[in-house]
T-cell receptor, first 116, second 111 residues
Framework: NAGVTQTPKFRVLKTGQSMTLLCAQD?????MYWYRQDPGMGLRLIHY???????AKGEVPDGYNVSRLKKQNFLLGLESAAPSQTSVYFC???????????????FGEGSRLTVL | RKEVEQDPGPFNVPEGATVAFNCTYS??????FFWYRQDCRKEPKLLMS???SGNEDGRFTAQLNRASQYISLLIRDSKLSDSATYLC????????????FGTGTSLTVIP
């Protein structure tokens, strides 16, 4: 049981290049989230999804796009990377609230992106 | 105003010490509260949920004060393995089920 898997784990881009981060989960969770973590800033929500085919903007969505075509996958795209997007990106998932669900977020291992 | 604010730290304590972390949240309608632990260059992992009545898990005790919008985490008998960053997390169902994270408090337990 892999849980939440992010690919790639490391990437170096040049300004203006594009790339896609993939988050895959085998937990059958409805909710999926993309965060970025920067020193002194904590985790900030970029985009999230409450189910297959739906996405919504978070706190810092500019410069990113997302898609959730399949329940198990949540893609984060950078169309034209900028140095300000150098960060560690975390994907997280959460199941539907219920008696047996504490509301816990399950995170992937993170993807370290450097934009030169 | 930030949704969640934490003690800035860092906290450097000797083994065996008791240490407390505090956190405040701004949205009085927040429904769920958590403490996560994050090791260096790793992903955050749930340490414990925080319930209105307070809850304890071994050496860890979490408290919630809804009136003051305040959450705390107490660690007793600190171990070297407790060295990590502790994140206060608040969940608001009325804002699309978003989770709001504090910036974290760094703890180093010294031999």
């Amino acid at each position: 049981n892999a849980g939440v898997t992010q690919t790639p784990k490391f990437r170096v881009l040049k300004t203006g290049q594009s790339m896609t981060l993939l988050c895959a989960q085998d937990m059958n969770h409805e909710y999926m989230y993309w965060y970025r973590q920067d020193p002194g800033m904590g985790l900030r929500l970029i985009h999230y999804s409450v189910g297959e085919g739906t996405t919504a903007k978070g706190e810092v969505p500019d410069g990113y796009n997302v898609s959730r075509l399949k329940k198990q996958n949540f893609l984060l795209g950078l169309e034209s990377a900028a140095p300000s997007q150098t960060s560690v990106y975390f994907c997280a998932t959460r199941g539907l609230a219920g008696a047996l669900n504490t509301g816990e977020l399950f995170f992937g291992e993170g993807s370290r992106l450097t934009v030169l | 105003r930030k949704e969640v604010e934490q003690d800035p730290g860092p906290f450097n304590v000797p083994e065996g010490a008791t240490v407390a972390f505090n956190c405040t949240y701004s949205n009085s309608a927040s429904q769920s509260f958590f403490w996560y632990r994050q090791d260096c260059r790793k992903e955050p992992k749930l340490l414990m949920s925080v319930y209105s009545s307070g809850n304890e898990d071994g050496r860890f005790t979490a408290q919630l004060n809804r009136a003051s919008q305040y959450i705390s985490l107490l660690i007793r008998d600190s171990k070297l393995s407790d060295s990590a960053t502790y994140l206060c997390v608040v969940n608001n169902w009325d804002t699309g089920n978003q989770f709001y994270f504090g910036t974290g408090t760094s703890l180093t337990v010294i031999p």
